[in-house]
């Protein structure tokens, strides 16, 4: 997908950051595929389509002179890649019912050869988080990349805190053997929102 370009008069900039739409794709594509690639549990073209549609949201943003001024944009494309990848996964996801509470569980099946490109650690990352379920993945990714509260994730998700802290405690109970490489791969930021 290619970018549109802003026109001569638009100001692809934020008041408070000097870069613009082209800085930040170069520096922040690669990360925000690998985050949406392991939020989506391993699903390739769909964490780049999420990236892309990230920075798609990014560049109208930047167009909306009349709003106030993002400070963070980095900040703001995580947050953004995050719901987009989430949406893309409920939309694509193949369900079955397990157990009482009739809790729909996606059926992730990895995609090996279009893995091939990427590190090894990248695959295990992958391997863990595909143990997550729906509901864990989409808490840990929105806490611990998008940063948004707990409270908020819980309100959003319809669930409890109490609940949605449990899934969070357990993504990272299931994650703690590969939290250096979560690091390493730049899925998270080392202390990134805090967690770990």
Not at 68 to 84: G, I, S, Y
Not at 102 to 126: G, H, I, P, Q, S
Request: proline fraction near 4%; charged fraction near 30%; glycine fraction near 6%.
């Amino acid at each position: 997908m290619s970018l549109p370009e802003p026109g001569e008069d638009d100001d692809p900039r934020s008041s408070d950051d000097s870069k613009t739409l082209e800085d930040l794709f170069r520096e922040w594509y690669p990360r925000l595929v690998a985050q949406a690639l392991v939020i989506s549990g391993g699903r390739l073209a769909l964490a780049q389509d999420a990236a892309q549609e990230s920075f798609l949201q990014c560049w109208r943003r930047m167009q909306q002179t009349h709003l106030v001024a993002v400070t963070n944009w980095p900040a703001w494309l995580r947050t953004t890649l995050v719901h987009e990848v989430l949406r893309l996964v409920k939309i694509n996801a193949r369900t079955e019912v397990v157990g009482d509470e009739a809790y729909a569980r996606t059926a992730v099946e990895f995609d090996w050869a279009a893995l091939v490109d990427l590190k090894d650690a990248y695959r295990k990352v992958c391997e863990y988080v595909a143990t997550l379920s729906d509901r864990q993945r989409e808490v840990i990714a929105r806490c611990t990349i998008a940063g948004e509260p707990l409270g908020t994730v819980a309100a959003e998700m319809g669930i409890t805190e109490g609940t949605a802290r449990a899934h969070l405690y357990r993504a990272r109970q299931a994650l703690r053997p590969i939290w250096v490489e979560l690091i390493e791969t730049g899925v998270i930021g080392e202390g990134e929102r805090g967690q770990k």
